[in-house]
């Protein structure tokens, strides 16, 4: 039987008190769990920690840890995703696709054509924080606060790229280095703006596309990121 794995925000020991009122709720109403029963705590870290429930009531739960595992990256690239605000389920979808995929950072940036200019943070990281549960993550990805598309690609110390579908060159045919950490810039849903081309162009950002289709930008999200941090797997 497939354990659930929980993250939580605390050190974990041989025993592990926790008073974490949603996940106390959420153990006992949703997943229906009870003392004896076992679970998977991650905290961050590159271990998971197996244990049962001595303790699970209202207003506290104790585990007993009696395993712990390393968990081994499969991801060699620290790969952030710079996805211009769009419609709000939209964003969330890759966040909790791409999250389980392995990206390691988001940054929501406000580009000329971006029809929102702010995001719920707090349910970003919750989605975050389930996908890497349900996917067998160890660690969640950061997710910064919404900032300028300028301020986005001064800040940013790895290799960056966009993602366009006037690309010359194939997103498919780009090799990157274990260990890189890279940046990819997707457009909102109008597209980049022709003075946002000319940003990219100035400042020698290589522009790639992923073909022939014209895909929605929650769909080149998660496609570029999987062809990254996947397609050399």
């Known amino acids: 039987m497939r354990l659930h794995r929980f993250y939580i925000n605390q050190q ?3 025993e592990v008190r926790i008073e974490d009122k949603e996940l106390l709720h959420q153990w006992q109403k949703v997943f229906r769990l009870k003392a004896s029963d076992r679970v998977i705590l991650i905290n961050g870290g590159n271990f998971e ?3 049962f429930f001595k303790i699970l009531a209202r207003s ?3 585990i007993a840890i009696d395993k712990e595992r390393e968990v081994k990256n499969p991801v060699n690239v620290d790969l952030h995703l710079f996805q211009s605000i769009i419609k709000k389920d939209n964003f969330e979808l890759i966040v ?3 999250t389980e995929i392995g990206v390691f950072a988001f940054h929501p940036i406000i580009s000329e054509r971006s ?8 349910r970003l990281n919750k989605i975050a924080k389930e ?3 349900q996917s067998g993550k160890t660690k969640l990805p950061q997710i910064f606060t919404p900032e300028s598309l300028g301020k986005a690609i001064k800040e ?14 194939s997103l498919r045919a780009e090799r990157s280095k274990p260990g890189a950490k890279i940046g990819i810039l997707i457009g909102p849903e109008g597209g980049w703006s022709e003075n ?7 400042m020698g950002i290589k522009i790639f596309s992923l073909g022939e289709q014209v895909l929605r930008a929650e769909t080149a999200a998660i496609v570029s990121s999987a062809l990254i941090l996947i397609g050399e797997n």
């Open 60 to 62: 506290e739960a104790v």
């Open 131 to 133: 996908s890497a549960e």
């Open 156 to 169: 940013f110390d790895g290799e960056l790229f966009v993602l366009d579908f006037d690309g010359e060159t």
């Open 115 to 122: 029809e929102k200019k702010s995001l719920n943070i707090e």
């Open 96 to 98: 909790e696709k791409c």
């Open 196 to 202: 946002e081309r000319i940003v990219f162009e100035e």
């Open 49 to 51: 920690y197996e244990g």
């Open 12 to 14: 974990i020991g041989k």
